[in-house]
């Protein structure tokens, strides 16, 4: 049986390699036959998934590697501990914030080799190129169908947003946020492939932008510039461009552009997805006015719903006023969009001119179990009557919910060896995982608000807690 001691040290020999599929160093996986001593039976290798994935009895966790296992059980603890949470997301606030070089992690390495091992290696992608593409390996060798990427670079701003309409800013400076905001992008587009997804944050373009965005305007010229070179290049490696929502006074304008861009690219097939808040009143209301505009221009309307993310820096009075609304919504909204047709809670828009829904298409992005399994028993139920299953993929933060994300992709591999599920690919689960890249200093922005805006949600996350003792124990007790 291994000690708590050799449990660390597989934590600090391996920092960063966080998923593998089932080979020869997995844990679950029997020793590889030697030339002393030969298989009695040789047969000729299989492409299809190894036999440990498809078997009932293995858990969800069991893609993951004991070290991931050890190191997610140590931050859920802390993350569900009021004690330890309030004093550790301080100190994670004052290291994203100080102006102190001794408080900064691209300036101290002390400090950033310690983040470095933990923190960052639990929810972070890699600072290089080669950093992020070995992490983006071992998550699609595991069964994951890709992932949503993003810089971590973005602005966040106070409730009411203190942007003024009217302020100059220096337009070199401006165009040069703009620029170095393109270039980041284009950066990140270089590092996934067909399939996968990237985040985009149009406030993280500077502060001209974000007063465009205040204003409701449409986009100037030279910043449409690099919008469309983005969105050129995503559409033309097949990549899915995700516009992510921010704060209420800036939503209205990120709908606008998003709606514009989405008009061009996703004549066919969707390339620029919007992002739907539920636990915003006004969501179901604004996705019917939007899926009626996509159905009389003619456009495949993109849509990632999400809970939300700015409850600590927006105005209160937009939300509903219990969580059990904001899963109704959720759950109601989900659907409404997977059976293509409008129901209590999504109810066509007063200005439809038909009552027909476009062509959508659709991410999940949720940490909540009962969200996914609502979604994919609607799925089960399509297949069961032999009709069209629509197309849907899951998206879960990298370091959260793996017991979720892994059910998800285990369920995936196991549509595919179905006869049924061959003849009706977009039925099988397609599960993603969203992560950051860039260096420690410039992610622990996104650090601080991933673990604010999930704190209610840590504090409830008994059955991932569960699940992670449950199959550290079964690891240990085969040793």
Not at 76 to 104: C, D, K, M, V
Not at 211 to 238: F, M, N
Request: net charge positive; charged share 25%; proline share 5%.
């Amino acid at each position: 049986m291994w000690s708590l001691h050799s449990c660390l040290r597989s934590v600090r020999v391996y920092p960063r390699i966080w998923y593998r599929t089932f080979d020869a160093k997995s844990i679950d996986q029997p020793p590889p036959a030697t030339a002393t001593t030969p298989p009695k039976h040789s047969a000729p290798q299989s492409n299809l998934p190894l036999p440990q994935v498809s078997k009932p009895s293995q858990p969800p966790l069991s893609l993951l590697p004991f070290h991931v296992l050890i190191r997610s059980s140590l931050i859920a603890a802390l993350s569900s501990s009021p004690r330890l949470l309030t004093p550790s997301l301080g100190l994670l606030s004052l290291l994203a914030r100080s102006q102190s070089s001794y408080l900064n992690p691209d300036k101290n390495p002390v400090l950033r080799y310690v983040l470095r091992k933990t923190i960052y290696a639990h929810f972070c992608a890699g600072e290089t190129l080669k950093d992020v593409r070995t992490t983006l390996s071992g998550l699609k060798e595991t069964g994951y169908k890709g992932v949503i990427l993003a810089h971590a670079r973005e602005i966040v701003l106070e409730s009411g947003g203190n942007v003024s309409t009217e302020e100059k800013y220096d337009d070199h400076v401006a165009r040069s946020d703009v620029e170095g905001w393109k270039q980041s992008n284009l950066e990140t587009l270089s590092m996934v492939e067909e399939g996968d997804f990237l985040a985009v944050k149009f406030t993280g373009a500077g502060p001209q932008v974000v007063q465009q965005l205040t204003q409701g305007v449409q986009p100037a010229k030279w910043i449409e510039a690099a919008i469309i070179e983005i969105c050129d290049l995503a559409k033309s490696k097949r990549v899915g461009l995700l516009i992510d929502a921010e704060q209420s006074f800036l939503q209205a304008g990120i709908d606008l552009w998003m709606l514009r861009y989405q008009r061009k690219y996703n004549r066919s097939e969707a390339v620029v997805y919007g992002t739907y808040q539920s636990y915003l009143q006004s969501t179901p209301e604004t996705l019917s006015r939007h899926l009626s505009i996509a159905q009389d221009e003619g456009f495949t309307l993109g849509v990632k719903l999400v809970r939300g993310a700015y409850m600590g820096s927006d105005l209160p009075h937009l939300f509903w006023s219990t969580k059990e609304e904001t899963d109704r919504t959720y759950n109601g909204v989900a659907a409404a969009l997977i059976r293509s047709k409008y129901n209590e809670v999504l109810q066509p828009s007063p200005t439809a001119k038909n009552m027909r829904f476009p062509k959508v298409k659709l991410v999940l992005a949720t940490h909540n179990h009962v969200s996914v399994q609502k979604a994919m028993e609607i799925q089960k139920e399509q297949a069961a009557k032999q009709q069209a299953r629509f197309d849907l993929s899951y998206g879960q933060l990298m370091g959260m919910a793996d017991e979720v994300s892994c059910e998800l992709v285990m369920e995936g591999i196991k549509s595919k060896q179905s006869e049924a599920s061959q003849k009706l690919e977009s039925g099988v689960p397609r599960a993603y995982k969203y992560l950051v890249w860039g260096s420690v200093g410039e992610c622990m922005q996104y650090l601080v608000r991933r673990a604010e805006e999930n704190r209610s949600a840590v504090e409830r996350t008994e059955r991932g807690r569960s699940a992670l003792r449950s199959e550290i124990g079964r690891r240990v007790f085969r040793m």
